[in-house]
């Protein structure tokens, strides 16, 4: 069974940093593609950050470039989310979410039950 | 860059068909996926590439995709349909996923 398990979430006042994991499960996590969408209280889903099987392929969405980054440990079947310079306007739950094949375009087949990040003074 | 737009509330009476769209520039050149989030879950694949459907979504489940809108169309709506419907592309030319701003299903 896949299984896709966010951490690391919290309460962070502006400006300050923190660092998301997700642990993966059930299939060959250096075999596909990984993805971390964001869902603010009440909105709608917001793609946040891209990385292909072999980390080869990275992206990001304009919102977050130049204060996130997005990387993946193969050995450790997981997939980490740093985030510096936070903003209130980053406050969210964060999910994480496969996706269907190695490249950054494919699809979403699974996704995590999402960490709430707050961030406030 | 580029811009999906939904209709934020579609309603329906059960077991009748509910069309949410999905309208973007020429997005008939595009793939278009799609994903049902019920209150307090994860989203759920539900079609991808246009009209391909996931193991273990029902057949009622189905969409199409041309011109400038693509259509996620749900057949024999039950109360369990109820749900916020995204829909979502990869922008090629700018290397970007988008979704679109979601739609709330209600079942009547």
């Known amino acids: 069974e896949v299984q896709l398990v966010e951490s690391g979430g919290g309460l962070v006042k502006p400006g300050g940093s923190l660092r998301l994991s997700c642990a993966a499960s059930?299939?060959?996590?250096?075999?596909?593609?990984m993805n971390w969408v964001r869902q603010a209280p009440g909105k709608g889903l917001e793609w946040v950050s891209s990385i292909s099987s072999s980390s080869s392929y990275i992206y990001y969405a304009d919102s977050v470039k130049g204060r996130f980054t997005i990387s993946r440990d193969n050995a450790k079947n997981s997939l980490y989310l740093q985030m510096n310079s936070l903003r209130a306007e980053d406050t969210a739950v964060y999910y994480c979410a496969r996706g269907a094949d190695y490249g950054s375009g494919s699809y979403y087949v699974y996704w995590g039950q999402g960490t709430l990040v707050t961030v406030s003074s | 860059s580029y811009v999906l737009t939904q209709p934020p509330s579609v309603s329906v009476a059960p077991g009748k068909t509910a069309r949410i769209t999905c309208g973007g520039n020429n997005i008939g050149s595009k793939s278009v996926h799609w994903y049902q989030q019920k209150p307090g879950q994860a989203p759920v694949l539900v079609i991808y590439y246009d009209s391909d459907r996931p193991s273990g979504i029902p057949e009622r489940f189905s969409g199409s995709n041309s011109g400038n809108t693509a259509t996620l169309t749900i057949s024999r709506v039950e109360a369990g349909d109820e749900a916020d419907y995204y829909c979502q592309v990869w922008d090629s030319s700018s290397d970007l996923w988008v979704f679109g701003g979601g739609t709330k299903l209600t079942v009547l």
């Open positions: 059930g299939f060959t996590f250096s075999s596909y593609s």
